[in-house]
């Protein structure tokens, strides 16, 4: 989807420049994103970094300061909510509690001053659609969190919206509930083809659901990217912690060999490391990134670095272990099991080794360390 | 659903509870439910000059009520409190919205000016009223000042001064129940409305009204029954011209010393009360306000 999206001259949705300010503080600034048509887009950041806000700037409900929205090439900056094309799932769903789940559905329509028998059938291919027909008759207080969540949904998107703006749609649902409603959600996006701007703080739905993830932190873009460029080749240390569980090794650039790849001191060992996406000077400090499924766990005669198991938990498909190294932090390693190897389980207090798959680790410039 | 209720009365183990009940109990008993019960009493007997009542039972009150001259007096005092009513909605819903928008720090402060004219009696406040509206009055003196009108104008003894009085004494009735619905309406209730096309005058119509109906009835009955017994504001700013409800079962115990028939006229108000909180309830019961989550 994402490549037929990208092919497109121009993309459905452009933002330009965007800024906001409250009391004099800035929530967002600079923001330069395109969104294409059909695409499903997530907005994944922290509390506060002003992912809700900008949703709010596409709905109507917030101003910029600064910078232009275009839509299909339109600026719609000034345009109230209610002439806005696009629709949003609110994230305690908003759903009128005097009306039933039907008159809830089929309010878009009524203000749209649609004939009432176009509003009977469209609202019942609707509630079909979201598996609600037998509810119609219902108050939302009679229906349960995962029910309210698809009348919310079916009350947006039955307005034909060219854009869905979804904010944290499933916070509020249980965790199994929630797996269910992200394919549930998947699912109608495929069958509408309707473009998708969801917002998040959970990294890991940002991860399954979207095409592309833009990952703000205090009102910026820090990365744009697909799913798997966010996770596995996060732009900055603050990505590489807030998307997945992070283990960041110090090092420091030794020498740069002529392929690109650069030798680094990481806790009194010399490694040669893959070329990383920044240019690296000698004496630069940085941090290795690896994933907890990157790591490997050896006895203590291997080589590689020495540290002992501090926990172990089963977790079903891996065993998970946290090992403090002998030169250093603590680090995660997660492993599945192995047919060949059933019992390679570690105890607690048990001196290993950790390595890593070669070529696997991420290098990023340590902004935190004092320059 | 009684055992449920009198059970926690002789609870030893929480003697402070049952003791705290039984004054509750006790006190509704002595000062609600017995008062009632004497007046209902009352209003099937007859009267006697002497001894104010004489055992003997009769519907001759109720029957006096539907003298045309009686329900005159019913049907004006109901159209004044209706009256009365409407305009306390009418300004008291714009108030309630404005305070419930103003930024959080202000709310208290506003709702506390609304309580202030509690802390005088309002006979005393009505007799100041009279002070405004009398022939040498402050706004006559005023009107004639500015050269609007030479004469003074009649305002006080009129029908309009009695709801002047009763919206003053009243409007904060109106307020308090609405400016609470109000607080509870949520903002992305207005802003999912506005998000599926509807303007501003038909989220309102849509979602605002249905939304606030409930406390736009608690403050119309809050209003309009007391209004229809108010008899001292008609006493004072109506002279004996206009008459309620109130000054009717005011007079017949005071003045004419015809307890029966002043009884069941107070019956009468306390039915047709008890049917409008009826109703509210109903209505409240459709239209819930909560949203299970």
Redesign the interface.
Known sequence: MTDAATAKPSPQLSLRGLAKRFDGKAVLSDIQLDIHDGEFITLLGPSGCGKTTLLRMLAGFETPDEGSIRLDGADIVGLPPNHRPLNTVFQNYALFPHMTVFQNVAYGLRMERCPAAEIRTRVEQMLAMVQLSEFAARKPHQLSGGQQQRVAIARAVIKRPRVLLLDEPLSALDFKLRKTMQLELKRIQRELGITFVFVTHDQEEALSMSDRVVVLNQGQIEQLGTPREVYERPASLFVARFVGEANLLPGEIAGVADDGRVQVDVMGQRMLLRRPFFPATPGQKVKILLRPEDMRLGTADESGFPGRVLERSYKGSTLDAVVRLDAGPDILASEFFDEDYPDFDHRRGEPVTVTWVPSWEWLLPDADAPV | MLTRLFKPLFDLKAPFRSGVLWLIWGWLILLVLLPNLLVIGVSFLERDPQDFIRFSVTLDNYRRLFDPLYLGVFLRSLHMAVLATVLCLLIGYPFAWGVSRVTPRWRPLLMFLLIVPFWTNSLVRTYAIKVLLAGNGLINSFLIDVGLISQPVQLLYTEGAVIIGLIYVLLPFMILPLYSVFEQL?E??L?????????RW?TFR??VI??TMPGVIAGCLLVLLPAMGMFYIADVLGGSRVLLVGNVIKSQFLDARDWPFGAAASVLLTVAMALLLLAYWQSVRR???????
């Open positions: 949520r992305d209730l802003a999912a409305s506005a998000d599926l096309g509807a303007s038909r849509h979602v249905p939304m239209v819930r306000q909560q949203v299970a989550l």
